[in-house]
């Protein structure tokens, strides 16, 4: 069963990703890994969208899955 600290923090994390990403944008850093790979802002990005969408699925399914009014209370 999803609970809704889950939601809250695939969208904590999704916002910390965006943020961290957004910053290695402006800056133009990367974070090198591996033989000549690089982990750029874009990357942290994409991965911020992909949390988000993951968050909003969990929220999605914990609207349908509840029974009652007060969802958000479980």
Known sequence: ?????????AA??????????????ILHW???YGN???LG???LIVLSTVMWIISGTFLI???YKSKGDHFFNR
Do not use: Q, R, W
């Open 61 to 63: 399914i914990k609207a």
């Open 36 to 38: 000549g790979n690089y």
């Open 12 to 25: 904590v994390i999704a916002v910390l990703l965006f943020l961290i990403g957004s910053t290695f944008k």
């Open 41 to 43: 802002g874009e990357d």
């Open 1 to 9: 069963m999803i609970k809704f600290k889950h939601v809250i923090i």
């Open 30 to 32: 990367a974070f090198p």
